[in-house]
């Protein structure tokens, strides 16, 4: 269990005032028996109303109307959590299917099946023959597989820019950020017959060579029956880390951004983005982390 501190700046420079619309944030975690949100506040310049709510994920939204007008906008998101590991139990005490796809129970398939559906009907033959390469029939063991291979075979390179490369357009370039590599690996798993979904959120990076540390970072949560929702980070290799602190997941990545509205006005724009992570020491001693409003 650790105690961690996370600071996450968001500015927006115009070179001349605009006024705004509606902004949409999604920079808070929801408590779990993983993370326990012990503090939390959103300083805004200019100064705003704003209205709480959660979208049809169950992730938790702030509508956020600025003042202007105004040749800044600038969010400041202040986070105490605690972080409780979910470490993975031995895979030999599951009885699990022996091949892919497997079969979701038909209560659960209700549920997973947005998630199973590819996004896009892809006609990228360098994706599917690069998919062909993840041999191995055992579920578990094929989503490591494909988690480690994207991560040793790809070069990481941060883009800011909007948008995620397709997976056809990773495979080309061989190179990516961290939510190209999400995508890939959540296409790939979809078309394996598996439930895969979108995750932002931040990453603390305790040690050196961590990539996509000081902005958000980007991964995927794949569902297998009785583990439930698993983490994996292709960007670093990282299979349900306690080092990576969700804020949302959603079916694309298009629904995840962190802070997205508009403005009035023309204007060039130039954003930065500041992210630290810091543990600040270990948590209370308890069993699970309750829920706290």
């Not at 030999?92 to 209560?107: G, K, L, M, S, W």
């Amino acid at each position: 269990m650790q105690r961690l501190s996370i600071r996450h700046t968001t500015d927006y420079l115009y070179d001349t005032p605009v006024m705004f619309g509606l902004w949409r944030l999604m920079m808070r975690p929801l408590d779990s028996h993983a993370i326990r949100v012990v503090d939390a506040s959103l300083e805004f310049t200019p100064a705003g109303a704003t209205r709480w709510a959660t979208d049809p994920y169950g992730n938790s939204i702030c509508y956020f109307q600025p003042q202007g007008p105004s040749d800044r906008l600038t969010v400041v998101n202040k986070l105490i959590v605690e972080r409780f590991p979910a470490p993975l139990l031995d895979p030999n005490r599951y009885d699990f299917q022996a091949t892919a796809p497997i079969v979701y129970e038909p209560d659960d398939r209700v549920v997973l099946e947005p998630f199973i559906q590819p996004a896009a009907a892809y006609r990228e033959d360098n994706f599917i023959r690069w998919l062909g390469g993840v041999g191995e029939p055992q579920t578990l063991v094929r989503l490591q597989q494909l988690n480690a291979r994207i991560h040793a075979e790809f070069k990481y390179g941060a883009r800011f820019v909007e948008g995620v490369q397709s997976p056809g357009e990773t495979v080309a370039l061989g190179t990516g950020t961290c939510r190209d590599f999400a995508w890939l690996m959540i296409e790939s798993a979809r078309q394996l017959g598996l439930a895969a979904r979108f995750v932002t959120g931040y990453l603390f990076s305790p040690n050196a060579g961590v990539r996509g540390a000081g902005a958000t970072h980007a991964w995927c949560e794949v569902f297998v029956p009785q583990l439930g929702w698993l983490e994996f980070d292709p960007t670093n290799g990282l299979m349900d880390s306690r080092d990576l602190i969700r804020v949302a997941a959603t079916r694309t990545f298009d629904e995840a951004s962190p802070m997205a509205g508009s403005v009035i006005g023309p204007a060039k724009a130039e954003m930065k983005v500041d992210v630290v992570v810091e543990n600040i020491g270990k948590p209370t001693q308890i069993q699970c982390a309750p829920s706290v409003m």
